[in-house]
């Protein structure tokens, strides 16, 4: 049996793994980055990236759609499924290829093949062991379903399935109205699909402020999706084109497919966690601050964590571990200072606390909170978005959560995420001069108007 020493060894080669091994290298560590798939993991392969891409062919399907409305006359002939899944295709593979790249150039070993931990300094995959001072699990999550509901891939899918479709569905019944029920809600009804979204809880995107989730539905109710809003799922069944889904209020929907969005659970079991020790809650790996796992050589990340379920979030947290195995000097992250975004049309993004959060925190007579339409913002009006700027401020105090809804606003967050984790006061960031006309101008009016000076705005 052969066996490889290194500084650390890593079991699982996604966003986490991957910018743990990147950052270690950086740090003269000898790295040894082990997958049973491709470098990259679900956000390059079955994620993040492609999922994004099929959003903006959506986009453009809809900007030819719609076109008649700024006087420009073009028709969309139809959607291409082979054509889109070229494209999203391509954009993972050049990606992949300079991931590939990148983690050569360091000097990482890449060994593709289903690892196990042995001990609580080694992996094996297949007759290799190799060793590690320290040892990293990053073995991200999956799909999950609900008891009962069987996901056979070709009428009763998970996002993993969706994204390989070959066809562009006639309709679709999503369960789960969270990130990635509404992005592929979004997806689907831009490609000309009938769709219907069922989530249990009584709003989309729970766990964003209430007022984002009602702005989301209105839009998406302009747009023809359909939302079972505090609707419970009880059973479905195959018809001869697709599926029946029941409902508990009795209510039955036929639709083509049926998409299973309920969550994403830890790839934890049979990994050996256990056997060396490992403490776990239902699957997750539990860890510290600094994620470090009760046993001192290892630790863990991503997804496998219960920490906000997000790449970037990964990202961080490999980094965070690299930095601290190197010794350099390395503070908690705050994961409330994570920004979140929902990439559907229209987007939702926020980072900090939600109203209900800081009301929690603070008191209701302690905050204050102001909402600015985006009707009043120029380059939204250009783009004919409707949205808002939702900030919360403590009385007299920073701002502790900026909420977001309108096409685009993904890409104002980095300010709203500045002026949350550096405890702007309302007065400071309303001090900045917002290039106009720019959709972050909103964020700079909604700053004046929390400062007692609103500029296009009434008091
Ligand atoms: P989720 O936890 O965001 O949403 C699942 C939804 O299903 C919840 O709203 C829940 O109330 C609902 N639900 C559960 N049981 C139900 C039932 N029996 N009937 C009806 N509704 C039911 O999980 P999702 O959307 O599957 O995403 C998994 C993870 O992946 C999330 O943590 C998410 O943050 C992450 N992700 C992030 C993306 C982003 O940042 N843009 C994109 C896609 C996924």
């Known amino acids: ?7 650390l060894v890593i079991l699982g080669g996604g966003s986490g793994g991957y910018a743990c091994a990147l950052r270690a290298a950086e740090l003269d560590m000898s790295v040894v980055l082990i997958d049973k798939a491709e470098l990259g993991g679900t956000c390059l392969h079955r994620g993040c990236i492609p999922t994004k891409a099929l959003l903006h062919a959506g986009e453009v399907a809809d900007s030819a759609r719609e076109s008649e409305q700024f006087g420009v006359h073009a028709t969309l002939e139809g959607v291409d499924a082979a054509g889109v899944r070229k494209y999203q295709e391509g954009v993972v593979g050049r990606l992949y290829k300079g991931l590939q790249g990148l983690v050569k150039s360091r000097g990482i070993e890449f060994v593709q093949g289903e690892g196990r931990l042995v001990s609580a300094t080694a992996v094996q995959v297949g007759d290799t062991t190799y060793t590690g001072k320290h040892v990293l699990l990053a ?31 006639g309709s679709v ?11 592929f809600a979004s997806i689907w009804k831009s490609f000309g699909a009938d769709v219907t979204i069922v989530e249990a809880l009584p709003h989309l995107v729970p766990l964003e402020d209430e007022a984002s989730s009602k702005l989301l539905e209105r839009a998406f109710r302009r747009r023809g999706i359909n939302q079972k809003l505090g609707a419970r799922f ?10 029946r889904v029941a409902l508990e209020n009795g209510e039955q929907i036929e639709a083509e497919l049926l998409l299973v969005a309920v969550g994403r659970g830890p790839v934890s079991a049979g990994l050996g966690y256990e056997e060396v020790g490992v403490a776990m809650d239902r699957g997750f790996v539990k860890v510290d601050a600094y994620c470090q796992t009760n046993v001192p050589t ?19 947290e490999g980094i965070l571990v690299a930095e601290r195995l190197a010794g350099l000097p390395v503070v908690p992250i705050d994961y409330l200072g994570v920004p979140r975004v929902t990439y559907s049309d229209p987007e939702v993004a926020s980072v900090g606390l939600t109203e209900a959060q800081a009301t929690e925190k603070y008191g209701a ?10 009707a009043g913002n120029g380059k939204s009006q250009i783009l004919k978005t409707a949205g808002a700027v939702k900030l919360i401020a403590e009385k007299d105090g920073p701002v502790v959560g900026v909420h977001l809804v309108g096409s685009r606003v993904g890409e104002l967050l980095a300010e709203a995420q500045l002026i949350y984790n550096w405890e702007a006061l309302p007065s400071e960031v309303a001090q900045l001069i917002h290039a106009h006309p720019t959709q972050s101008e909103a964020l700079g009016e909604a700053h004046l108007a929390l400062a007692g000076k609103p500029l296009h705005t009434h008091g």
């Open 365 to 374: 007579d302690s905050i204050k909170t102001l909402t600015y339409d985006l």
């Open 234 to 243: 009880s059973g479905v069944e195959h018809t001869d084109n697709g599926v």
């Open 139 to 169: 073995t991200g999550s999956v799909p999950r379903t609900l008891p009962g509901l069987e996901v056979d891939g070709t009428r009763v899918l998970f996002s993993d399935h969706a994204l390989k479709l070959d066809r562009v569905p």
């Open 1 to 7: 049996m052969a066996q490889t020493d290194v500084d």
């Open 298 to 316: 290892i630790s863990a990340v991503g997804d496998l964590i219960q920490t906000p379920q997000l790449a970037h979030v990964g990202f961080g």
């Open 173 to 183: 019944v999503i369960l789960g109205g969270g990130v990635i029920g509404v992005e």
